[in-house]
């Protein structure tokens, strides 16, 4: 809007294949755009105070304690910011200026601003802002607050106040008291959204939204639960995240371009000023409590890192954190290497090999629930070694397990925008759906689609669950059950580097739309893994960087996001490269058996992201902590020095033998919900062809293992005669 000449712009993100149709039917007019957007955007994409601590930053004693190609443990982050990323930052910012209140109007912190901080100089668009070739007027009729059942209920008018049919996004917003040197709280925050109809000029519509309460509940640390304070409560709609803001504003009587009117509260006043209750357990009825203390860097040295508050907006500006040492209480976690293999537990109770009671076989566990007692008598016939196989080579290409009928094969794929891999690709010839390599489309790559910030702009979940089914109809054609994606890590910044495989800014944004595409999918029977499982901030030094945070920030943020898709009903995830604290994500307990897991009620596919190296994303600590899968082969070298044919150093560790057998069972029950089982009966078995292009890799394969066996033999020769020769001169 800033420039001059340029009337309006049609942001398309990446449009895919067949995107710029669409792009080619609004600029003419045939079809208006409906789309808000899901990230602000700011003047300066470096005023986000995230930006602070970002790139690459090393501690100072790295070289003394590390290994960087072994352990990857040299980087680390300090997310200073806390809460405020996005517009969680820029409208809390603003509102407190406007209140006078938190040094909001200083110059600390102002990039585009001509003096004291200023977000119109600041801010270009809000989040949730879209325009089309119409108007319309957004009214919020009335709020309804069930503490018991923990839901909002709203009803919000939309009326189409232009000359042009069109629809618009329905987003409701809230404000939760905030209390000075309390709980940090954004200013405003989106519950829920939804979508209109197409609407004629001059018709209106009332949407009703159903939010979860969770969504406008605080994690408080010291309480160890989500909160809600006493105290008003304040509920809008609006075009964007800085209209709703201004409403409340006006409401609470300032001075701004808000809509006093357009405002519902819902007062409440909990025994004690504060209710920690209502969420204290969660919905898989486990007790919340604090899972996360060593991802804040405080916890290792007390009151080194100052997180930002709004108390305070000057005075806790984040710093840079480029000097900071790591400790030594850190190393056996930098180092990966932390649980020591138990030789004296009874095991006696433990079985692998044995006999099942019903002859089953894994084809005979199509759609059995995960808690049925068949996976028990499955199982009981499980080879160690063929799990641990199966768990170490959990990547693209499964490998079978005999022992219980489990055909091996490619199963997976990666995403962001649809299958990386061609149409016809691992496509069944029993099936109807059969494509054949001759087929005109048989060439075709599945990765087609829009980018994942395109479709969370439409803030629509019904075309993002049909944007899932048809993932699921390529699941179909291509013969692969399960891909890695969406990805539901939010945009710390604008330059996190994955950012065009991560929907949005928002948690609730994020988390709806990725729960609803894994819905879609799911009815043709395809698993989807959202990715990155988490705190994957930024690509530099991904592999092993160590973002740290406090409880708060990683709760509310990122894990609320991928909270959302698992408890509605996604069943797998990948996990991301990077560490949480000082500890790889995938092999932290806190993080995947007491959040993921037990919290949640979570007991589905949790596959490592592509192991880089072995030696960082360690077997044990992981396999421990629930990791289900590894994306590689590598892992398995390293299982190799544990367990051999007639070796088995961990035969006397319980857990880790319990663990085996429950990750298989994780797995296995997702596999028992995929579309994998229209091909799978009690004949089914792998045949290896041996096709030309198999032949000549494995001739290159042993041939070069043969040539360098001879190069090392005659090395080895002629060293010898080398030394014979000195030793005669």
């Known amino acids: 809007e800033r420039d001059e000449g340029v009337d309006a712009m049609l942001w398309i993100g990446w449009p895919g294949n067949y995107g710029m149709r669409g792009v080619a039917d609004i600029l003419t007019g045939d079809v208006n755009p409906s789309g808000s957007l899901p990230d602000l955007f700011a003047s300066d994409t470096t005023s986000t105070p995230a930006m602070a601590n970002f790139g690459v930053i090393s501690w100072t004693n790295a070289g003394q304690y590390l290994d960087t190609a072994v352990d990857r443990g040299d980087y680390y982050l300090i997310e200073a910011e806390g809460i405020y990323t996005g517009y969680r930052y820029y409208e809390t910012r603003y509102a407190d200026g406007v209140?006078?209140?938190?040094?909001?109007?200083?110059?600390?912190?102002?990039?585009?601003?001509?003096?004291?901080?200023?977000?119109?100089?600041?801010?270009?668009?809000?989040?949730?802002?879209?325009?089309?070739?119409?108007?319309?007027?957004?009214?919020?009729?009335?709020?309804?607050?069930?503490?018991e059942a923990q839901t909002i209920t709203a009803e919000i008018t939309v009326k189409n106040t232009g000359s042009a049919a069109g629809k618009t996004s329905v987003q409701l917003y809230a404000q939760a008291p905030y209390i000075?040197?309390?709980?940090?709280?954004?200013?405003?925050?989106?519950?829920?959204?939804g979508k209109t109809q197409l609407l004629q000029p001059g018709e209106s519509e009332t949407v009703t939204i159903v939010a979860d309460l969770q969504n406008l509940t605080s994690y408080d640390a010291s309480a160890e639960s989500y909160i809600l304070d006493g105290g008003d409560y304040i509920f809008t709609t609006g075009n964007g995240s800085h209209e709703a803001i201004n409403n409340v504003l006006a409401a609470q009587g300032y001075d701004v371009a808000g809509d006093a009117a357009n405002v519902q509260t819902w007062s409440y006043s909990p025994a004690g000023g504060v209710d920690t209750e209502t969420f204290a357990v969660t919905e898989s009825g486990v007790q919340?409590?604090?899972?996360?203390?060593?991802?804040?860097?405080?916890?290792?040295?007390?009151?080194?890192?100052?997180?930002?508050?709004?108390?305070?907006?000057?005075?806790?500006?984040?710093?840079?954190?480029?000097?900071?040492?790591?400790?030594?209480?850190?190393?056996?976690?930098?180092?990966?290497?932390?649980?020591?293999?138990?030789?004296?537990?009874?095991?006696?109770?433990?079985?692998?090999?044995g006999k099942s009671s019903d002859g089953l076989s894994f084809s005979d566990m199509k759609g059995v629930a995960y808690d049925d007692p068949m996976w028990d008598d499955l199982l009981n016939q499980l080879d160690l070694q063929e799990a641990i196989l199966f768990i170490t080579q959990g990547n693209r290409n499964a490998p079978a397990m005999e022992s219980i009928g489990f055909v091996g094969g490619q199963y997976v794929e990666n995403a962001p925008n649809g299958f990386n891999s061609k149409l016809a690709a691992y496509s069944d010839p029993n099936s109807p759906w059969y494509v054949p390599a001759d087929d005109p489309n048989a060439e075709y790559m599945c990765n087609d689609m829009g980018c994942a910030p395109l479709v969370a702009a439409t803030f629509n979940k019904e075309f993002t669950y049909e944007y899932g089914v048809l993932w699921g109809n390529d699941s179909l054609f291509n013969g692969l059950p399960f891909i890695w994606g969406p990805g539901l890590n939010l945009h710390r910044s604008v330059y996190n580097g994955r950012n065009g495989e991560y929907y949005s800014e928002d948690p609730v944004l994020s988390g709806y739309t990725g729960l609803a595409m894994a819905q879609g999918a799911l009815t043709k029977g395809l698993i989807t893994a959202p990715k990155h499982f988490a705190f994957n901030d930024q690509e530099s030094n991904r592999n092993g960087v160590a973002p740290f945070m406090e409880e708060q920030k990683a709760r509310e943020l990122e894990l609320r996001s991928f909270q959302i898709a698992i408890e509605g009903g996604t069943l797998g995830v990948m996990t991301s490269f990077s560490r949480i604290g000082p500890s790889y994500v995938g092999a932290t307990s806190g993080l995947i058996t007491d959040i993921l897991t037990n919290e949640w009620g979570f007991h589905g596919y949790i596959v490592s992201d592509m192991v880089n190296p072995a030696s960082y994303m360690t077997w044990k600590e992981s396999v421990i902590a629930g990791t289900?899968?590894?994306?590689?082969?590598?892992?398995?070298?390293l299982w190799a020095d544990y367990m051999t044919a007639t070796t088995n150093t961990f035969s006397g560790d319980a857990a880790l033998l319990t663990a085996i057998k429950?990750?298989?069972?994780?797995?296995?029950?997702?596999?028992?919900?995929?579309?994998?089982?229209?091909?799978?009966?009690?004949?089914?078995?792998?045949?290896?062809?041996?096709?030309?292009?198999?032949?000549?890799?494995?001739?290159?394969?042993?041939?070069?293992?043969?040539?360098?066996?001879?190069?090392?033999?005659?090395?080895?020769?002629?060293?010898?005669?080398?030394?014979?020769?000195?030793?005669?001169?």
């Open 628 to 637: 289900t899968n590894f994306d590689t082969t590598e892992v398995s070298e």
């Open 288 to 353: 919340v409590a604090n899972h996360l203390d060593t991802a804040d860097y405080n916890y290792w040295k007390s009151g080194t890192v100052t997180y930002l508050s709004r108390s305070d907006w000057a005075g806790t500006w984040p710093k840079t954190y480029d000097n900071l040492a790591l400790t030594e209480e850190m190393l056996p976690y930098l180092k990966n290497n932390f649980y020591e293999i138990a030789t004296g537990d009874d095991v006696s109770a433990i079985t692998y090999n």
């Open 662 to 729: 429950e990750r298989v069972h994780n797995t296995l029950s997702v596999y028992a919900q995929s579309n994998m089982m229209n091909s799978i009966n009690s004949s089914s078995h792998k045949v290896e062809v041996n096709v030309w292009w198999r032949v000549a890799y494995k001739s290159v394969y042993y041939g070069a293992i043969v040539l360098t066996a001879l190069c090392a033999a005659g090395y080895a020769v002629t060293c010898v005669k080398t030394a014979k020769k000195k030793k005669e001169d």
């Open 180 to 193: 000075k040197g309390g709980v940090e709280k954004s200013a405003i925050v989106l519950l829920d959204y």
């Open 99 to 147: 209140m006078g209140q938190g040094n909001a109007a200083s110059t600390v912190g102002a990039f585009d601003s001509t003096g004291a901080w200023n977000y119109d100089e600041e801010v270009v668009y809000p989040f949730g802002y879209g325009l089309s070739y119409t108007s319309f007027e957004r009214r919020i009729q009335s709020i309804a607050v069930d503490v």
